[in-house]
C-alpha cells in the first residue's frame, strides 16, 4: 500500500552546494520528507542541510555516497532511500528553486492516472531576466513504476514498469547558474561514456554541447554533424544538433556551410 500523498518525498544529490542550496530548500514547501545525499562536499553543504531543514520543521535525512564519477550512482542511490510505501518522489537539483511546491498536496490528488508529472523547468535567462531556455521535465515520479537513473552525466530517468505521463503548470522549477564552471568534469565524464559506449548517439549530441558551450566550434560543429547523420535520431533532435551547427559554422566563419545546415 502506497504511503499518504500529503505531499512527495523529495530526492536531492549534493556537493559544494552551499551558495544555492538554501534558496532550494526553503522552496520545497508541503513536502513529506526531504532525502539528501551528499557526495563529498568540504564546505557547509552538510551543516546547511542540518540548519535548514530543522529551521522549517520538516522531517529529513542526509546520507553519504563516494564519488565513482557517476550522477545517475548517486541519484540511484538517493532514490533507494525512500521507503517502499512511499507514493510520490519528486527531484532537483541543489541549484533549482521551486516555484508553486505548496501546491504539491493539491496537484498529486488529481494524478492517480498517472506515472509521472512533467513540470515546466525554466532553465537559462538572458541579460533581461527573460527566459531563454525552458523544457519538460518529470519532476513527480509514482514509486510503484520502479525509477532508475542512466548515464554518467546529464542523465535521465526512466521507469521499469510502464506508465501514463502529465503535465501541469502549477509548478515551475527555476534553475540558478552558479558561477562554478564544470567544463572539465562533464568532458571527463564524457569521455568515460565515449569508451563504454563508442556508439551511442547521445553521447555525441552531449559532446557537441559540451564544446559548444565552451566555445570549440569546430570540435562542436564535428559532433554534431555525427549525430545529425544517423538515420533513426529524433527529427527535434536533428533539427536541434543542425542548428547548432550551423550557429558553429557562422562563428568560424564559414557561412556557405553554415547556411547548407
Known amino acids: 500500500k502506497e504511503m499518504g500523498i500529503d505531499g512527495p518525498w523529495v530526492c536531492l544529490i549534493v556537493r ?29 553543504t552538510r551543516d546547511m542541510v542540518l540548519e535548514v531543514c ?35 518522489l519528486f527531484w532537483c537539483a541543489s541549484d533549482d528553486h521551486i516555484e508553486g511546491m505548496e501546491r504539491a498536496h493539491d496537484i498529486l490528488a488529481q494524478m492517480d492516472k498517472y506515472g509521472a508529472v512533467w513540470l ?18 518529470e519532476r513527480f515520479l509514482r514509486t510503484k513504476f520502479n525509477w532508475v537513473w542512466k548515464s554518467r552525466v546529464h542523465e535521465t530517468i526512466q521507469p521499469m514498469d510502464k506508465c501514463d505521463y502529465v503535465r501541469h503548470d502549477g509548478i515551475v522549477v527555476e534553475h540558478n547558474h552558479g558561477p562554478e564552471r564544470r567544463s572539465e568534469r562533464n568532458f571527463k565524464l564524457l569521455h568515460f561514456m565515449l569508451k563504454e559506449e563508442p556508439s551511442n548517439k547521445r553521447v555525441w549530441l552531449y559532446m557537441g554541447h559540451q564544446h559548444f558551450a565552451e566555445g570549440g ?15 533513426d535520431v529524433a527529427p527535434i533532435e536533428r533539427y536541434q544538433a ?14 556557405t556551410q553554415g547556411i547548407q545546415c
Open 16 to 44: 559544494d552546494s552551499a551558495k544555492t542550496l538554501e534558496s532550494c530548500l526553503r522552496s520545497l514547501k508541503g513536502v513529506n520528507f526531504i532525502n539528501v545525499t551528499d557526495t563529498g562536499s568540504v564546505d557547509r
Open 54 to 88: 530543522q529551521s522549517m520543521g520538516v522531517p529529513f535525512k542526509l546520507t553519504e555516497f563516494v564519488w565513482v564519477d557517476d550522477f545517475s550512482a548517486a541519484r540511484n542511490f538517493n532514490l533507494a532511500q525512500a521507503p517502499a510505501e512511499t507514493a510520490w
Open 120 to 137: 515546466k523547468y525554466n532553465y537559462a535567462r538572458d541579460e533581461y531576466g527573460n527566459v531563454c531556455m525552458t523544457f519538460d521535465r
Open 217 to 231: 566550434r569546430s570540435a562542436a560543429a564535428e559532433w554534431y554533424l555525427k549525430f545529425s547523420q544517423c538515420p
Open 242 to 255: 543542425l542548428t547548432y551547427t550551423a550557429r558553429a559554422l557562422r562563428n568560424m566563419g564559414d557561412w
